[in-house]
C-alpha cells in the first residue's frame, strides 16, 4: 500500500474543523497519514489525484454534490481505493448505496475518534465498518422485499457460510477466526473467496448481496 506501510487518507467533510480535527488524530498514528483534506467534491477529486489516497472518508452531503456519488467516481480512476462514508443519518437505503460501489463501511457523525481511526485501519486492510443494528435493519428489509430477478446461483461451502454469517454481523477476520476456531490467514482466504463468487468489491457489497439473494440465514445475523 503506501510506503512506510501507512495507511495514506483523504478527508473530505465540509465542515472544516471536523476534517481538521480527523486529519490531526490520523497524523498522530505511525501506520497512517492524511494526504489532504477537501471541503467539494471538486476539492475531492482535485487532491485525489495528486495525492492518491489509499482510503478515503467522505461525508455524504457536500456543497456540490454527493459525497457516495463522487467516490464512485473516483473508484472508476483507483478500483483500490477503500471507501468510508461518515454520516449523520444512517439508514438501509445509504447502506445499500455505499455497498453497491463497493464502499468499505459507514460511521455515525457521532462516532468517537477511536472508532473512526479503527474503521479506516479496517478499511486499509479490506475489512468493513458497520453498526450491527443497520445489518438487522438490512436483513429485516432483505427478508421482507421480494426479488425483483432470480438470484444468481452461488455455491459457498459450509465454512464460507460461517464465515459470511459472522461478516454480517460486522465481526472482523480476527474475531471470526476466534469464534471458528481456526487462522486469520484462513478466515482471510474464505472472505477472499466468498467476495470472488459473490463478485463483491468490498466486505459490505459481499454482505449486502448475500442478504439480498437469501444466503444469510436470519439466525445468523441476529446471534
Given at each position: 500500500?503506501?510506503?512506510?506501510?501507512?495507511?495514506?487518507?483523504?478527508?473530505?467533510?465540509?465542515?472544516?474543523?471536523?476534517?481538521?480535527?480527523?486529519?490531526?488524530?490520523?497524523?498522530?498514528?505511525?501506520?497512517?497519514?492524511?494526504?489532504g483534506i477537501a471541503a467539494t467534491v471538486a476539492e475531492a477529486r482535485a487532491v485525489f489525484l495528486?495525492?492518491?489516497?489509499?482510503?478515503?472518508?467522505?461525508?455524504?452531503?457536500?456543497?456540490?454534490?454527493?459525497?457516495?456519488?463522487?467516490?464512485?467516481?473516483?473508484?472508476?480512476?483507483?478500483?483500490?481505493l477503500r471507501i468510508v462514508v461518515l454520516t449523520a443519518y444512517t439508514d438501509v437505503e445509504l447502506v445499500a448505496r455505499v455497498a453497491s460501489i463497493g464502499g468499505c463501511g459507514i460511521l455515525p457523525k457521532e462516532s468517537s475518534i477511536s472508532s473512526v481511526l479503527g474503521a479506516l485501519r479496517r478499511a486499509g486492510e479490506g475489512a468493513m465498518s458497520v453498526e450491527g443494528g443497520v445489518l438487522s435493519a438490512l436483513l429485516e428489509d432483505a427478508q421482507g422485499a421480494r426479488p425483483a430477478v432470480s438470484a444468481p446461483t452461488v455455491s459457498l461451502t459450509e465454512r464460507e457460510t460461517e464465515v459470511l454469517g459472522c461478516l454480517s454481523q460486522g465481526l472482523d477476520p480476527q474475531t471470526i477466526a476466534r469464534r471458528l476456531g481456526i487462522s486469520v490467514h484462513t478466515c482471510r482466504g474464505h472472505v477472499k473467496s466468498i467476495l470472488g463468487k459473490l463478485e463483491a468489491h468490498s466486505q459490505l457489497e459481499a454482505v449486502v448481496k448475500a442478504m439480498r439473494w437469501g444466503l444469510v440465514p436470519d439466525t445468523e445475523a441476529r446471534r
Open positions: 500500500m503506501a510506503e512506510l506501510s501507512q495507511i495514506r487518507i483523504l478527508v473530505v467533510d465540509d465542515h472544516r474543523a471536523v476534517a481538521e480535527s480527523i486529519a490531526m488524530a490520523v497524523d498522530l498514528q505511525p501506520d497512517m497519514r492524511c494526504v495528486t495525492a492518491h489516497p489509499d482510503v478515503l472518508l467522505t461525508d455524504v452531503r457536500l456543497p456540490d454534490g454527493d459525497g457516495v456519488e463522487a467516490s464512485r467516481s473516483l473508484l472508476e480512476l483507483d478500483p483500490e
